[in-house]
Every structure is written in C-alpha cells, then in structure tokens.
C-alpha cells in the first residue's frame, strides 16, 4: 500500500467552484481498481502551536491506493485528463508526495 498526500494550488477565489469539480470527480476514483482512500481536505486553523496551513488556496488530497501502479494508473485515467482540463484555469499548481507505511 502506498500514501499519497498532493497539495493542488488553487485560485482563492475559485477554491468552492474547484471542490464542487473535485465531489464530482471523487466517486469515479473512488470505483477505480486499487483505490483505497480518496478525498480533498482543507485547512482547519487551530491552537496547536505546531499547525502550519495549507493556505486559503490550498486543497489537500489524501489517497490511499494498493500499488504505485494504481496510482499510475488513476493518474493516466480519461476522468482525471477531463478533470484536469476543466480546472486548468482554477489551477496554480501541485506538489505530490507518495509515501509507503514504515
């Protein structure tokens, strides 16, 4: 099993648009093969010193998938090319981190 935690840079201004594009996404991947746990996350500020945000512009992805070949996969799937094309304009950028469970 492998982690996956990306952080999608959106446009502010358009995050509620970009996260209404990503609950419709979320059950096609969701059905995929080797999908194990797939949704976005936004900050939750709170008193814990220790907290960095994300930023208002920031979606978290928490995934889970059985193999990186999944991932793979997911990653060249046609839904995920729509999706892309249809929040390109919303996009700022992405960082990806793919972890295995120590």
Same mark, same amino acid.
Not at 53 to 57: D, I, P, Q, T
Not at 85 to 101: D, F, H, I, W, Y
């Given at each position: 099993m492998i982690h996956v935690v990306a952080t999608l840079q959106v446009d502010p201004a358009r995050r509620d648009e970009f996260l209404a594009a990503f609950a419709e996404l979320t059950p096609l991947v969701l059905a995929e093969e080797g999908c194990l746990?797939?949704?976005a996350a936004i900050d939750e500020?709170?008193?814990i010193p220790v907290q960095e &945000?994300?930023?208002?512009?920031a979606?978290?992805?928490i995934?889970?998938?059985e193999s990186?070949?999944?991932?793979e996969?997911?990653?060249?799937?046609?839904h995920m090319a729509a999706f892309r094309?249809?929040?390109?304009?919303?996009?700022?950028?992405?960082? &990806?981190?793919?972890?295995?469970?120590a």
């Open positions: 746990e797939y949704g500020p709170t008193a &945000l994300a930023g208002e512009g979606v978290v992805v995934e889970k998938w990186v070949a999944a991932l996969k997911h990653l060249a799937a046609p094309e249809k929040t390109a304009e919303m996009s700022r950028g992405v960082t &990806l981190q793919a972890l295995r469970p």
